[in-house]
């Protein structure tokens, strides 16, 4: 007999079907023991009748353990009926029965949603927190939510390309995490903070519309709502301008929530548009929640913050930075003025705000290479290092580059929003700690003199 979920098991009253999984709950009842048996696909309950009065696996049997049984599928008495299970017309006579795996008593509880279980612990046994429905749930919708994003873009013309994972340093603001490179002894590979330049290279390449679901990795301080590696739906597009941009992202999120979240209402449609200015007046911030009332958990209030400084100015070293990044264009083409008056420059560059949490930005690129010469200028660079540094993106550009923008709309915050979540780990499937540290795989962790050896690599010891 071949194995069946447990939510087919409807299908087959009054035939046999052979189900496996975990035991979810045992409540014995004399001489009969009932348990429920869970799968990926939810519960259907069984029932151990006296003919395992004996039966030593039947009676030592306990929650988690995974077994695999096979019985018939009767229709349950009426009143018997629970209208809370998919399966909760039927129940199965169990016939044979085999214990795939004994399992210990878990750390904790998978029963409830877990949130007062400590945190530390869950993300420790990561794989068994993971069992818990909630976070299964969670997963779903993640993938659910993914899956609509490609389908969507891929209907427009879009594809999904894959850019590397062992790339060069980009100037994104952030910390690089950096790979040391073996065959290279001294040099070393930086992981993306993004895909920006590879997907700008893409628009130079003639793709005009390309897409990622892609990993971002940022060595930052710790913080609470951050990870060292995020999820984003990183976009870029040729001959496109900033409209155009907003009205692909607003329709796609409003179609995400009409068919992933039905019992969402959002604020106002279109979308909320305001420029840093106003907002930073108004509202003394740049993501500002415009929800009606805050309380409504099901409400969203979406909102694009636009024409951001091109610059800002960070007091500490007495230096400019870039707001959102060197490759966005700014509003003035005038070189001029950019090296003169750095702070009253404004980029085309916006934010995808929701529920007063950024959850995204982009901008349109500077293709004009005098123009991105003075940017980095401003930033500290020397002109004469500038073409040197930038090598990829200054050669590449010379051989003729559409005008292009993008965006990158993160994933995880999105969906710690939408399901009501007080932080993106519980959205993530293996999150890590605060500081960067993985509970279940115990690392950063120590490696093998030898392995440091061979990357040419000492440490000084602490
Ligand atoms: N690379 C940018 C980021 O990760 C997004 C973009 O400009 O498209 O924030």
């Not at 013309?157 to 490179?181: C, H, N, Y």
């Not at 700008?200 to 897409?211: D, P, R």
């Not at 349109?364 to 991105?372: F, G, P, Q, S």
């Not at 392995?451 to 010891?461: A, D, N, P, S, V």
Request: a positive charge.
């Amino acid at each position: 007999m071949e194995r069946i979920l447990s939510i087919e098991t409807t299908k087959y009253i009054g035939k046999e079907v052979k189900i496996a999984g975990w035991v979810n709950s045992r409540r014995d009842h004399g001489k009969i023991i009932f348990i429920d048996l869970r799968d990926s696909s939810g519960l259907v309950q069984m029932i151990f009748g006296q003919e395992f009065e004996k039966d030593k696996t039947a009676q030592e049997m306990r929650p988690e353990w995974i077994i695999e049984v096979e019985g018939l599928v009767n229709k349950r008495p009426k009143g018997m009926v629970n209208p809370k299970l998919t399966t909760g017309n039927i129940e199965i006579k169990v016939k044979k029965l085999k214990v795939l795996s004994k399992a210990k008593t878990l750390p904790f509880s998978i029963e409830n949603d877990g949130y007062e279980i400590n945190e530390e612990k869950r993300l420790k046994y990561r794989y068994l927190d993971l069992r818990r429905n909630r976070l299964r749930k969670n997963l779903k919708t993640r993938q659910k939510v993914i899956q609509f994003m490609r389908d969507a873009l891929e209907k427009q013309g879009f594809i999904e390309i894959e850019t590397p994972l062992l790339t060069k340093s980009t100037p994104e603001g952030a910390r690089d995490f950096l790979v040391p490179a073996r065959l290279q002894p001294g040099k070393f590979y930086a992981l993306p903070q993004s895909p920006q330049q590879y997907k700008q290279l893409l628009m130079v390449a003639g793709i005009e519309k390309y897409f990622q679901i892609a990993r971002c990795l940022r060595d930052e301080d710790p913080r609470a709502d951050r990870q060292a590696e995020h999820t984003q739906l990183d976009i870029e597009m040729a001959f496109i301008n900033q409209e155009e941009i907003l009205d692909l992202i607003e329709k796609l999120y409003i179609s995400i929530i009409k068919k992933i979240f039905p019992e969402k209402r959002i604020t106002k449609i279109p979308f909320f548009r305001l420029t840093y200015k106003k907002a930073m007046e108004k509202y003394k911030t740049d993501r500002p929640d415009l929800r009606r009332n805050k309380k409504n958990p099901d409400e969203l209030a979406f909102a694009f913050v636009t024409d951001f400084p091109m610059f800002e100015w960070h007091p500490e070293d007495k230096t400019w930075g870039a707001e959102h990044h060197p490759f966005t264009k700014p509003q003035t083409e005038d070189i001029k003025k950019i090296k003169k008056n750095p702070e009253k420059i404004l980029a085309f560059q916006y934010d995808f705000v929701l529920n007063g949490q950024e959850i995204g930005g982009g901008s349109i690129r500077t293709t004009n290479l005098d123009v991105l010469t003075a940017v980095f200028e401003v930033l500290g660079h020397k002109k004469s290092e500038i073409k040197k540094k930038f090598k990829n993106y200054f050669e590449a550009f010379s051989y003729g580059v559409p005008p292009h923008g993008g965006i990158a709309p993160g994933i995880d915050r999105f969906l710690a929003v939408v399901l009501n979540e007080p932080n993106i780990r519980e959205v993530i499937a293996f999150p890590k700690t605060g500081d960067n540290r993985d509970l279940m795989m115990d690392i950063p962790s120590d490696v093998s003199e030898e392995q440091l050896k061979e990357l040419h690599i000492k440490t000084k010891k602490k």
